[in-house]
C-alpha cells in the first residue's frame, strides 16, 4: 500500500521536474549579486591528485549531477547557513492556528539532521522575521501549482507576491536560502500528491534586496504515513528540499526508490530517519579528502572504513570505472540518523555522473536480491534494506573486471575490504 502511494507521489515524468536548475547559467553566476554564497564541495589541491581519478566529474548537459565538485549557483554547505522561513497562506486556504506552528513541525529537527549528518560543519540557523502568515493576494488555485509544475509563471507570481507581501520588512539578501512553509489546508494531501518542490541555482528569478531567490524551497501539506509518527519523521521533507539548494540531485526515480531505497533522504524522505550518502558528504565538503580512499590501479589492494554515521576516520572508498562513472563503498550502521538499519555492513553504490536528477544517477547494488529485505517500517524500501555487504560476502561486476569483498568486521567496529581489479 505504501509502494502504491509512493509511486503516486512520485510520478516519473514529473520527477524529472521536480528540481529546476539552471546549469547554463551558474557559469555567469560570479557577475551576480550574492555570488559569493554559492561555491559548494571540496576543492581539488595539487597534493590530493591522488584522488583525481576518483573525482568524478560532473558533466555539460545533465542539470543537476553528482560530480564533484558541485558547479556554483547553489548555497554553500559549509559553515553557518541563514534559512529565511516565510509561512505563507491563501483567501481560499488560510492558515489555521499560529503560523509559528507551521514552522515548529520543521524545527528544530531540520537544524538538528544537519548538525548530525555534517558531523557539525553545517551550521543551519532558521530564523522567523515574520513570524505570523503571510497572506497571498491571490487563490491557492488560481497560481496553477501542480506536481512538477515549471517555475513560469506560478511560481515566479507567486514569489513575486511573497516578495511583496514581506513589504521591506525583510532583508533577503542576508540569507543564503528561503524555506516557504505553506498552509497545509492548501493544495492536495501529500498522501495523494506530492507538491514540495525546489528550485536551485535559479538566477532568473525574483529579485529582493538586490539579490535572486535563487535557492527557494516550498513545502506542502503533510507527509503523514498515518503511523502516529508524524511529529518524528513528518520533518524529513525539508532536508530533502535542502539538499537540492546544496545541489544535490533526486535519486528517486519513476519506478520510486528501488534504485538507492531508504539510504539517502534525496530518495526516501518519509518514514523513519535515514542519512545521506557519503558521496554526498564529500560532494558537500562534510568528509575531508583525506577521509577519501581512492581504489583507482589494477590489482588487489585493502581499505579499512569507519561507519558512516561516527565522526572522524576513513568514510569511502572509490573505485572508478571511466571519468563519469565508478562504484562507492561506505560502512552503514543503525546510529545518527540512520535510525532503520537492519543489516549493517558495508554499502556498496554506482554513481553515474553523467545520469540527471530523477533519472537514477545512484544505483545500489542489492547484496541479498529478491530477498525482501530485513525491514517492516513503513515507506522504508524493504528490498535494498538488506543491500549491505557482510564480512564473507563478495560483489562482482565481471564487465568492469572488478570485485570487492568484505573481509572482516573489526573489533573496533571498522569493515576490512579488499578491491581486486585485473
Ligand atoms: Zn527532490
Given amino acids: 500500500m505504501q509502494q502504491t502511494r509512493r509511486r503516486i507521489r512520485r510520478p516519473g515524468t514529473l520527477g524529472a521536474l521536480a528540481v529546476i536548475t539552471l546549469a547554463t547559467l551558474t557559469s555567469a553566476s560570479s557577475v551576480l549579486p550574492g555570488s559569493s554564497r554559492s561555491t559548494a564541495g571540496p576543492i581539488a589541491t595539487a597534493e590530493e591528485s591522488a584522488l583525481e581519478p576518483c573525482r568524478l566529474t560532473s558533466t555539460t548537459g545533465v542539470q543537476m549531477s553528482e560530480g564533484v565538485p558541485t558547479p556554483s549557483g547553489y548555497v554553500r554547505s559549509t559553515g553557518e547557513i541563514r534559512a529565511l522561513n516565510l509561512m505563507i497562506d491563501f483567501p481560499d486556504a488560510e492558515g489555521a492556528g499560529s503560523a509559528l506552528d507551521r514552522f515548529a513541525e520543521f524545527f528544530p529537527q531540520t537544524e538538528q539532521w544537519f548538525a548530525t549528518s555534517s558531523y557539525g560543519r553545517l551550521v543551519y540557523r532558521p530564523e522567523t522575521p ?117 545541489g544535490l540531485p533526486d535519486l528517486y526515480t519513476s519506478e520510486g526508490g528501488g534504485a538507492v531505497g531508504h539510504w539517502d533522504i534525496m530518495s526516501e524522505d518519509w518514514g523513519a530517519n535515514n542519512d545521506f550518502l557519503g558521496w554526498h558528504k564529500w560532494k558537500l565538503g562534510w568528509l575531508d579528502n583525506d577521509q577519501i580512499q581512492c581504489a583507482a590501479a589494477t590489482g588487489s589492494s585493502e581499505y579499512d572504513l569507519t561507519p558512516l554515521a561516527i565522526k572522524g576516520g576513513r568514510k569511502l572508498v572509490v573505485a572508478p570505472l571511466d571519468s563519469e562513472s565508478g562504484y562507492a563503498l561506505e560502512v552503514r550502521t543503525r546510529a545518527g540518523n540512520d535510525e532503520a538499519v537492519c543489516k549493517p555492513g558495508v554499502l556498496i553504490y554506482h554513481v553515474k555522473t553523467d545520469v540527471d536528477t530523477g533519472q537514477g544517477p545512484v544505483a545500489v547494488a542489492d547484496s541479498d536480491k529478491n530477498s525482501g529485505g530485513c525491514t517492516r517500517r513503513p515507506n522504508v524500501h524493504a528490498e535494498l534494506s538488506d543491500a549491505p555487504y557482510r564480512p564473507g560476502e563478495t560483489f562482482t561486476d565481471q564487465k568492469n573486471r572488478i570485485r570487492i569483498t568484505v573481509l572482516a568486521e573489526n573489533a573496533n567496529g571498522t569493515y576490512r575490504v579488499r578491491i581486486t581489479r585485473s
Avoid: C, K
Fill in 130 to 246: 515574520l513570524p505570523g502568515w503571510l497572506r497571498m493576494p491571490m487563490a491557492f488555485s488560481a497560481y496553477g501549482i501542480d506536481r512538477g509544475s515549471p517555475y513560469e509563471p506560478g511560481y515566479r507570481q507567486l514569489v513575486q507576491d511573497i516578495v511583496a507581501a514581506t513589504d521591506h520588512r525583510v532583508d533577503f539578501s542576508s540569507y543564503d536560502l528561503v524555506n516557504v512553509l505553506v498552509t497545509p489546508n492548501a493544495g492536495p494531501s501529500a498522501l495523494d500528491t506530492v507538491l514540495s518542490v525546489t528550485f536551485s541555482g535559479n538566477h532568473e528569478a525574483p529579485y529582493a534586496d538586490g539579490v535572486p531567490l535563487a535557492n527557494t524551497s516550498f513545502v506542502y501539506s503533510r507527509q503523514d504515513d498515518g503511523s502516529g509518527t508524524y511529529s518524528e519523521t513528518g520533518y524529513r521533507v525539508l532536508p530533502h528540499e535542502n539538499g537540492h539548494v546544496f
